[in-house]
């Protein structure tokens, strides 16, 4: 089955830096990643996704990226911003549904 | 409903009572799921639902944990003889297609479960 590792654990960078998210997954057969923003109290929401037939996906500030060589992806935020303080959560397949990286705490320094 | 609706938002109750939370999914999402949220963790399975399929019940904890979903609608997860270490936030996530192939997972905002 498949198994998602998430680092780092927290990540403090100061406003207006760049904040990276990495996770790596086991299941070569994957093809769908997600990834969820957790605010404080709050319940999980989707943010971005990426399929495996693409490298890169960007919205904004975020962006995807997905090394299927290597079986991993990351989420990169730029210039953050107060409001990007969260947990951050990956995912990757495994049947029917989606197994959970253990999470990021971006804490944006001011 | 415009999302997923969760009841209650926060229970306490003794240890050894019995406990029922419910979870209502957007109307016409097939697929429900049980997470379990400890205070600072991540997101723990419990149990998914699909349809009329069979549930996988793979990730209740143990025995005190059931939960059931008539056809695509209403969810209870029921917690018997509650302990200590059953405190944590439920949370249930539904979608239009399965998770696991693109289909995007809506939460509800859970339900803070507080063991005394």
């Known amino acids: 089955g498949e198994n998602v590792e998430q680092h780092p654990s927290t990540l403090s960078v100061q406003e207006g830096d760049s904040a990276v998210i990495k996770c790596t997954y086991s299941d070569s057969a994957s093809n769908y990643f997600p990834w969820y923003k957790q605010e404080l109290g709050k319940r999980p929401q989707l943010i971005i996704d990426?399929?495996?037939n693409v490298g890169e996906k960007k919205d904004q500030r975020i962006a995807v990226t997905l090394n299927k060589t290597a079986k991993h992806f990351s989420l990169h935020i730029t210039e953050t911003q107060p409001e990007d303080s969260a947990v951050y959560f990956c995912a990757a397949p495994s049947n029917y549904q989606l197994i959970w990286g253990a999470g990021t705490k971006l804490i944006i320094k001011p | 409903g415009a999302g997923v609706s969760q009841s209650p938002s926060n229970k306490v109750t003794e240890k050894g009572k019995d406990v029922e939370l419910r979870c209502d999914p957007i109307?016409?999402?097939?697929?429900l799921y049980w997470y379990r949220q400890r205070l600072g963790q991540g997101l723990e399975f419990l149990i998914y639902?699909?349809?009329?399929?069979?549930?996988?019940k793979s990730g209740l904890p143990s025995d005190r944990f059931s939960a059931e979903r008539t056809g695509e609608s209403v969810s209870t997860l029921t917690i018997q003889r509650t302990q200590q270490e059953d405190s944590a936030v439920y949370l249930c996530?539904?979608?239009?297609?399965?998770?696991?192939?693109?289909?995007?997972?809506?939460f509800g905002q859970g339900t803070r479960l507080t063991v005394v």
């Open positions: 639902f699909q349809g009329n399929s069979a549930p996988d």
């Open positions: 109307s016409g999402h097939t697929a």
């Open positions: 990426i399929r495996s």
């Open positions: 996530a539904s979608s239009l297609a399965l998770s696991g192939v693109g289909g995007e997972a809506f």
